[in-house]
């Protein structure tokens, strides 16, 4: 028999130390998605997202809203003149999981074509109703936007 720990020192020594492999998760995240970034738009970075709840809350409390018939809009003026910063609900209702990321990530992108136009320093929540998840199986990127433009000529005025 071997001595305890000899076979393992001796297999130890003989090979060279490996580095732990890093995930292809955060390799993507360094290399970029191989795609050229698009300089003529706007990107809704996540700093510009409302992501806490008691952000939402402070917008639905003290903030004002509108609404149409596939979405509701809370808008609230803060004390800076940054960038807008936008939250997204889409409520269950609007079905699966897939399905209410992909109303999330249509709305992002609307808004990310019109993020210029929106005035600046306010917090604004977008509300999608459960309609909607239906309505953009059978409709385009253009149809969502002319309800998002609608919504926001609403509470411009």
């Known amino acids: 028999m071997y001595g305890v720990g000899s076979v393992n020192t ?5 090979c060279p130390p490996v580095q732990a492999a890093r995930s292809s998760s955060a390799a993507a995240r360094r290399a970029g998605s191989g795609s050229p970034p698009d300089a003529g738009r706007a990107d ?3 700093r510009h ?17 509108v609404s149409t018939r596939f979405l ?5 003026p803060r004390d800076d003149d940054g960038e807008p910063r936008l939250g997204i609900a889409v409520p269950k209702g609007a079905g699966s999981a897939v399905e209410r990321n992909r ?3 249509r709305l992002r992108e609307s808004w ?3 993020v210029e136009g929106v005035p600046a320093g306010r917090d604004y929540v977008l509300i999608a109703r459960p309609a909607l998840g239906e309505a953009l199986a ?13 919504v926001l000529g609403k509470a411009s005025a």
Do not use: P
Not at 10 to 14: D, V
Not at 72 to 76: A, H, I, P
């Open 10 to 14: 001796a297999f130890a020594r003989a």
């Open 44 to 46: 809704v970075q996540r």
């Open 49 to 65: 997202r409302l992501s806490r709840s008691r952000d939402f809350d402070a917008v639905y409390r003290h903030g004002r809203s």
């Open 72 to 76: 509701v809009l809370y808008w609230f």
């Open 103 to 105: 109303v999330k990530r």
């Open 112 to 114: 990310r074509d019109r």
């Open 138 to 150: 059978g409709h385009d990127a253009v149809w969502l936007g002319e309800r998002l433009d609608e």
